[in-house]
């Protein structure tokens, strides 16, 4: 049984992340976000998603704040961007994320994207960060198979969680039998592929069936296939949408989704951010 507030997936580190997520990328004034978070509360979601990249960690921590929640209530997952990586910047700029939240530790942190010069160096700054309570989880985003064993090379501790972009698109399942093999539990953004899969037919079809929306049947086969899920919508009646997810599919209907990956990216490739140091 699926319901919003309750269903965590469990970490290897010991702590419990709601399987369901709110992601925040592009929204950014007050009234909006205001909106959005007062809806998707609501309506059950716990975790909300954010980066330093995307400049509204003040703007979600005031409206998390007008909620009146208590902070054991709510999961809050925040990334390091590329320009703030290495040990110093990593531990610096995660302190004054805190500080613009108005918060006194982020249940999960994330390198937003793996990058070749200050790898090491980053990972460090996360173990230390855990340490010093200031991070629950840490973890890692849009890292690919080989940089989750470059990183077994040298880190103390491994991450629990890799945020990568998967849908009906661009399935990923070596990737994801990969981390399931690591106990790294994998999330995915932008999981309705920015709206791009949302019109294939054949989603379409086992939407019409089961009467549902095809984003509601996209969400159930991640959870069927254990992947925690972060999307994203400024609207309160999708964001409702979103959130129920107490159904079934059928094998079969789970199999017709899997055959629609097409390796399809609506996002940066990894590899190349590695190698250039910044997304492109
Ligand atoms: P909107 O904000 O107007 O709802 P992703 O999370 O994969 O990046 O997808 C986000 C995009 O999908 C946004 O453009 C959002 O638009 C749209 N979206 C989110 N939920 C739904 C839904 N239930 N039905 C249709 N479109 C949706």
Same mark, same amino acid.
């Given at each position: 049984?699926?319901?919003?507030?309750?269903?965590?997936?469990?970490?290897?580190?010991?702590?419990?992340?709601?399987?369901?997520?709110?992601?925040?990328?592009?929204?950014?004034?007050?009234?909006?976000?205001?909106?959005?978070?007062?809806?998707?509360?609501?309506?059950?979601?716990?975790?909300?998603?954010?980066?330093?990249?995307?400049?509204?960690?003040?703007?979600?921590?005031?409206?998390?704040?007008?909620?009146?929640?208590?902070?054991?209530?709510?999961?809050?997952?925040?990334?390091?961007?590329?320009? $703030?990586?290495?040990?110093?910047?990593?531990?610096?700029? !995660?302190?004054?994320? +805190?500080? /613009?939240?108005?918060?006194?530790? #982020? =249940?999960?942190?994330?390198?937003?994207?793996?990058?070749?010069?200050?790898?090491?160096?980053?990972?460090?700054?996360?173990?230390?960060?855990?340490?010093?309570?200031?991070?629950?989880?840490?973890?890692?985003?849009?890292?690919?198979?080989?940089?989750?064993?470059?990183?077994?090379?040298?880190? $103390?501790?491994?991450?629990?969680?890799?945020?990568?972009? !998967?849908?009906?698109? +661009?399935? /990923?399942?070596?990737?994801?039998? #990969? =981390?399931?093999?690591?106990?790294?539990?994998?999330?995915?953004?932008?999981?309705?592929?920015?709206?791009?899969?949302?019109?294939?037919?054949?989603?379409?079809?086992?939407?019409?069936?089961?009467?549902?929306?095809?984003?509601?049947?996209?969400?159930?086969?991640?959870?069927?296939?254990?992947?925690?899920?972060?999307?994203?919508?400024?609207?309160?009646?999708?964001?409702?949408?979103?959130? /129920?997810?107490?159904?079934?599919?059928?094998?079969?209907?789970?199999?017709?989704?899997?055959?629609?990956?097409?390796?399809?990216?609506?996002?940066?490739?990894?590899?190349?951010?590695?190698?250039?140091?910044?997304?492109?």
């Amino acid at each position: 049984m699926f319901n919003p507030e309750k269903t965590m997936i469990e970490l290897a580190d010991g702590n419990k992340m709601p399987m369901l997520g709110f992601g925040t990328y592009l929204i950014n004034d007050q009234e909006n976000m205001d909106k959005v978070i007062k809806a998707a509360f609501e309506n059950g979601y716990r975790l909300f998603d954010t980066a330093q990249l995307y400049r509204n960690e003040a703007v979600l921590g005031n409206s998390l704040k007008k909620l009146g929640i208590p902070r054991r209530q709510i999961f809050i997952t925040d990334k390091v961007t590329e320009m $703030n990586q290495g040990y110093d910047l990593t531990i610096q700029s !995660t302190e004054f994320s +805190l500080q /613009q939240m108005g918060l006194e530790y #982020f =249940d999960l942190l994330l390198v937003h994207w793996p990058i070749a010069k200050k790898f090491y160096d980053t990972w460090r700054a996360f173990e230390e960060l855990k340490k010093r309570g200031e991070v629950k989880s840490i973890g890692v985003s849009n890292f690919t198979q080989s940089h989750l064993e470059l990183l077994k090379q040298k880190a $103390n501790e491994m991450p629990v969680v890799n945020q990568i972009e !998967t849908h009906p698109f +661009l399935r /990923q399942q070596p990737m994801i039998e #990969f =981390d399931q093999k690591n106990k790294i539990v994998t999330q995915a953004w932008s999981p309705l592929g920015r709206g791009a899969v949302l019109n294939n037919p054949m989603l379409e079809k086992i939407a019409k069936h089961n009467n549902k929306s095809v984003a509601q049947i996209i969400l159930v086969w991640d959870i069927a296939r254990k992947v925690a899920i972060i999307p994203k919508s400024s609207n309160p009646s999708r964001i409702k949408e979103n959130s /129920q997810l107490d159904f079934k599919l059928s094998e079969d209907e789970l199999g017709m989704i899997d055959l629609l990956d097409k390796r399809q990216r609506t996002g940066n490739e990894p590899e190349l951010v590695y190698e250039l140091g910044k997304q492109y």
